[in-house]
Each structure stands twice: as C-alpha cells, then as structure tokens.
C-alpha cells in the first residue's frame, strides 16, 4: 500500500509543521495540496512546481486512487503563471482529474485553514482540523516526497531556500540534517560581519545566532540572512516582561489586532484585543481562551497594532499556559458575520515586505545548487509526533537511505535515515551525527 512506503520512505509534511504523512493521509471528501507559499521571501514550492509537475500529479493520482479521494484541489497563488502552467501541462498529459484554484497574492494565503476557506467557503471549526469537513491538506513539495516513496526512495534531501544578506540567493538542494553555515556558503557566503539567522520564513520563522550549530530537518524550507537591526529580528527581541508591561500600560483597544486577524475572518472568535486586555486587568479569565485559536501568523505584531505592541507573543504565552492547565478553547461555534469584512481586510504580502524592510532581497528564485557536506547533524524529531529511537551507536558505518531511526507503524512520528554515507560520530535522543567518509 501506498501508505506503507510513506511511512517506510519517512514523509513529514514540508511546509513546517512536519506531521507524519502517513498518519494526515485517510479517506476524505476533497484533497488539497496547498501550494501558496505561504511566507514571504521563500521561493521553495515554487521551484519544485516547476521543475516535478508530473512527479507531483502521479503521486496525487495514486494517493487518490488508492484512497478513493473523489476530488483534489491544488491550491495557488494567481500570480504564480509559470508554476500554474507547468502543473496544467502535467495534470492534461496525465488526463487527471485535478483542479487548480488561485488566491490573491495576501498573506497568509497559506494557512492552512485560510486556504480552505478561500476554495470552499467552508470554515474549520475552531479548535478543530481540516478532517471535520472531510478535507485533508497537504503541501506540494510533500507530494513531491510521495513520489519518490512510491519508488522506494526515502527522504533524505530537502529543497532551501537561502535568502537575505546572502551573496548569491539561491535554491539548496542539501542532505537533510545540513548546518545553517554549510547552507550559507552554498549561497556564495554572509555579506555582513554579524547577523541573525532566521529558520522558515521572516513572519513564523524561528531565530539563531550567527554561530547556531543545528540541522535542518525534513519540514524546514527557508534560511533568512537578516541584519540584527531589522525588523523581523527586533520584533523578537523584546523581553516578555516588557510585552507584558507594554499591553497594561499603552494598549488603546483599538481591536485592530482582531479586526485584521486571519483567523477572526473565517469565523472564529480569535479575538487579540481581549486577550490583552485580560492579561493587563488580570480580569476576565474567559477571554484568555480565545488565545487556543492563535495560528501564530504574526500579521496582529507586524501589520495590525497602531502602538507597536506584541498580541501574537502574548497570546502565545497564553496558550501555553492554558494547555500546560489543560484547558480547551472556549468559544467553539463558527461566526459567520465576522466574515463580512475579510474581502477588504486581506493584506497583500507586498505590504509585509515592505513593513519588514525586505523590499531589497529577490522574491522568485529558479537557480539551484546541490551540496554534499562533509558533516550533518539529523535531527530524530522532525515537526509534530514523538522523536524516532536510533538504531546505530557511534562507530557504525551507514549508506544513504538506511534507516538510522525508527517509529512504530501506528506511531505519530517518522522514520529517519542517512542523508549522506559515512561514520556516526554522535548519537542523542535529539540527534545524531554522521561525518562524510
């Protein structure tokens, strides 16, 4: 079965979160394969659209085939012509019933739960998952990942994106488990003396020092270069005490934080402005509740707040809180009239660019580099789900494509196996090492 060399090949999702395929996979109404690209600056999906069409709708045919998923739905973003193009071209040589349906260029189109919305009309119920409707939503480079499974190739490279105070911006084709400063020189090297990384994209992406010494994993897809002064990085910098103290003492309950939420716009009662204003009072604990529904998007920090305060990292601590208490979201019905508004509160993405200051770094790269480092460090846990257990000790020889990691079948997590032949130097329950030989 199909679902068995997913598991075997070790497929996450792509896109970030890393939920293992083979789990997300099951019978459904509608199959969306989310192509929106949804971050800023990351050009990954969309290289790999142009380049494996075919690969891709051969993997969708046999997943719906085997599946009986009667309707797939690509989803995209209008202006992306020459990824559409070439995604048609394989869909109308393969006589597939595939459909393709554009977005805006706003962010986040990407969303997962944003992009059901704009092709169905539908709302997830809040706190819920995109299966309650009968949908299930996958990335396209994890269709991609599906193709080589079905040939029994197990994911040991993924597609970078190395953007920023780079000298070469450039698409990377690395082993998985490659150092942020092996995936830097493949783009010709930093151009500043000091810096910040930034892994993912420069909205959710998270952030590491210039001498950070980790390995990318199967879900990551982006590495910023951004300089220390901006934007992105200073939004981050603010201590939470002082995030706290921010939203008592200047938060003017605007609710511009919520009348722009990507979330509030859908239909759920995300509502930011209560929550900091819950958190300033310590009053009215049933407010807090609304932080659950948070995608953590960022467009409330960067774009909405007219004070320049934090709602998302409040209600990030709050959700923390509240599931560490075992607390579930309050609020779970949908609310259609907050969705009156949202064809004019869409933001485009340009605007982000330009708010974060990243107006001077390329947005479409086609140029691609493949590297063989002579060291990775592959991560056991690649998203959502439990780390895989090792199955080598230090001193072990491997070849590409062993397992060197393993779940059980039923198990939420992945399998993981050598990205490049060599000696294991290191084994931890978070990671293990293997030097080129």
Do not use: W
Request: hydrophobic share 40%; glycine share 8%; proline share 7%.
């Amino acid at each position: 079965m199909i679902l068995d060399d997913i598991f075997a090949a070790g497929v996450v999702g792509a896109g970030g979160a890393g939920f293992p395929t083979h789990k997300k996979l099951v019978p459904c109404s509608l199959l969306i394969v989310n192509a929106a690209e949804c971050e800023p600056l990351l050009a990954s999906d969309r290289y790999v659209m142009r380049h494996f069409a075919s690969e891709i709708v051969d993997a969708l045919v046999a997943v719906s085939s085997e599946l009986g998923i009667p309707r797939i739905v690509i989803g995209t973003k209008q202006k992306y012509t020459e990824e559409i193009a070439a995604m048609q071209a394989a869909i109308d040589a393969a006589r597939a019933r595939i459909e393709i349906h554009t977005v805006d260029s706003f962010y986040p189109a990407g969303d997962e739960q944003v992009l059901i919305y704009e092709i169905t009309g539908q709302t997830v119920p809040p706190g819920g998952i995109p299966l309650a409707l009968g949908i299930v939503v996958i990335n396209v480079t994890t269709a991609y990942t599906i193709s080589a499974a079905m040939n029994g190739t197990p994911v040991t490279r993924k597609y970078v994106t190395v953007n920023g105070e780079v000298a070469h911006p450039v698409i990377v084709d690395a082993p998985v488990g490659t150092s942020p400063r092996d995936l830097i020189a493949a783009a010709g090297g930093p151009l500043l003396a000091s810096y910040t990384i930034v892994r993912g994209g420069p909205m959710m992406g998270r952030q590491y020092p210039m001498d950070a010494d980790f390995g990318y994993g199967k879900a990551d897809g982006g590495l910023l270069v951004l300089p220390n002064d901006n934007p992105v990085v200073t939004l981050l910098a603010k201590p939470l005490e002082r995030v706290i103290l921010d939203a008592r003492s200047i938060c003017i309950q605007c609710r511009m934080c919520t009348d722009l939420c990507p979330r509030y716009l859908i239909g759920h009662q995300m509502r930011p402005h209560r929550v900091m204003r819950a958190v300033a009072t310590g009053t009215n604990s049933g407010d807090l509740t609304d932080a659950l529904l948070c995608c953590e998007c960022g467009v409330c920090e960067v774009f909405s707040c007219p004070m320049g305060l934090s709602p998302r990292q409040m209600n990030i601590m709050v959700k923390k809180q509240l599931r560490e208490a075992g607390v579930r979201a309050g609020d779970t019905t949908i609310h259609p009239e907050n969705t009156t508004a949202r064809p004019y509160r869409r933001i485009a993405q340009s605007r982000f660019i330009e708010r974060l200051k990243l107006d001077s770094y390329p947005t479409h790269l086609d140029e691609c580099v493949s590297i063989e480092p002579y060291n990775v460090r592959i991560p056991t846990r690649h998203g959502v789900g439990k780390p895989s257990t090792p199955v080598v000790a230090v001193g072990d020889t491997v070849s590409v494509g062993q397992a060197v990691a393993e779940v059980g079948r039923d198990e939420v997590g992945s399998m993981v196996h050598a990205s490049i032949p060599g000696l294991i130097t290191d084994v931890t329950p978070e990671y293990i090492s293997i030097e080129r030989r």
